[in-house]
């Protein structure tokens, strides 16, 4: 099982980045899927996750209204639009998957079956 996590980079404050998540060696519309990040020198927070089919997101409150997450099972990819962040969501940000949903209602940073490597951004002021 893999999860490859891509699209970080520098982006300015105000500005858009979409990360993408695209799993393999899974079936993948069985699990729900999380986006966690961690800055520098802090814990992991959980930032959105994305349930089986789609139809039910979870946000943490400091980026709803400006962070979409999304799913499309027949490319097996999970992506976050991230609009307007800001330089605090400088961090690694790690797609991960679970066939328990309660990862995600739970905003879990730990829970997940499968893990991607991360991918760094980094927001500037």
């Known amino acids: 099982v893999q999860l490859q996590a891509s699209g970080g980079g520098l982006v300015q404050a105000g500005g858009s980045l979409t990360l993408s998540c695209e799993a393999s060696?899974?079936?993948?519309?069985?699990?729900?899927v999380g986006w966690i990040r961690q800055a520098p020198g802090k814990e992991r927070d959980f930032v959105a996750g994305?349930?089986?089919?789609?139809?039910?997101?979870y946000y943490v409150d400091s980026v709803k209204g400006r962070f979409t997450i999304s799913r499309d099972n027949a490319k097996n990819t999970v992506y976050l639009q991230m609009n307007s962040p800001k330089p605090e969501g400088t961090a690694v940000y790690y797609c991960a998957a679970d066939d328990d949903p309660r990862s995600i209602y739970r905003g879990s940073t730990s829970s997940y079956d499968y893990w991607g490597q991360g991918t760094l951004v980094t927001v500037s002021s």
């Open positions: 994305i349930s089986w089919g789609g139809g039910s997101t």
């Open positions: 060696g899974l079936t993948f519309s069985h699990y729900v």
